[in-house]
């Protein structure tokens, strides 16, 4: 999915690019645009179920999640109606299809987790110093101290 679709995807373009598809090429993307919709999914889940733990700040890839099986089911619908029109059978879900979109879900839940955790040992007045530099306390050491210890 390129930048430009995540945005806005251009339905009535996809079309025709699809429609100029090898069938192997087609049955490849109908099949990556479903574990795409099923990461996406997971994503949404675990970023949803981790936003009390992470202050909120996983709600950032729960959207991303979102969207990204909001385009993916857009493109998909256009794949298999092409696929339709050709007569070739639609793919059906395998375990490996699964795996692979709970795979994914996991690692976004691990990056939700990472972004608590180094986040959580920074406090409001220890952010910022007023002479303007950045002073992080993290656990025994602050950022600014570790940065500036030449020896």
């Given at each position: 999915?390129?930048?430009?679709?995540?945005?806005?995807?251009?339905?009535?373009?996809?079309?025709?690019?699809?429609?100029?598809?090898?069938?192997?090429?087609?049955?490849?993307?109908?099949?990556?645009?479903?574990?795409?919709?099923?990461?996406?999914?997971?994503t949404?889940?675990?970023?949803?179920?981790?936003?009390?733990?992470?202050?909120?700040?996983?709600?950032?890839?729960?959207?991303?999640?979102?969207?990204?099986m909001?385009?993916?089911?857009?493109?998909?619908?256009?794949?298999?109606?092409?696929?339709?029109?050709?007569?070739?059978?639609?793919?059906?879900l395998?375990?490996?299809d699964?795996?692979?979109?709970?795979?994914?879900?996991?690692?976004?839940?691990?990056?939700?987790?990472?972004?608590?955790?180094s986040?959580?040992?920074?406090?409001?007045?220890?952010?910022?110093?007023?002479?303007?530099?950045?002073?992080?306390?993290?656990?025994?050491?602050?950022?600014?101290?570790?940065?500036?210890?030449?020896?």
């Amino acid at each position: 999915m390129g930048l430009d679709d995540f945005f806005h995807l251009d339905e009535i373009q996809y079309a025709s690019r699809i429609s100029q598809c090898s069938n192997i090429e087609l049955k490849k993307r109908e099949i990556e645009k479903m574990r795409v919709f099923l990461a996406g999914s997971c994503t949404f889940g675990s970023s949803l179920g981790a936003a009390g733990f992470t202050g909120g700040l996983s709600l950032i890839t729960c959207a991303y999640g979102t969207r990204r099986m909001n385009v993916a089911m857009r493109k998909l619908n256009i794949i298999q109606a092409e696929l339709g029109r050709r007569n070739i059978a639609l793919h059906t879900l395998t375990a490996r299809d699964k795996i692979i979109a709970a795979m994914s879900g996991l690692v976004s839940l691990g990056v939700g987790a990472t972004v608590d955790v180094s986040l959580s040992g920074v406090e409001a007045n220890d952010a910022v110093s007023t002479g303007g530099d950045v002073s992080i306390q993290t656990g025994e050491y602050r950022l600014h101290d570790l940065l500036h210890d030449h020896g």
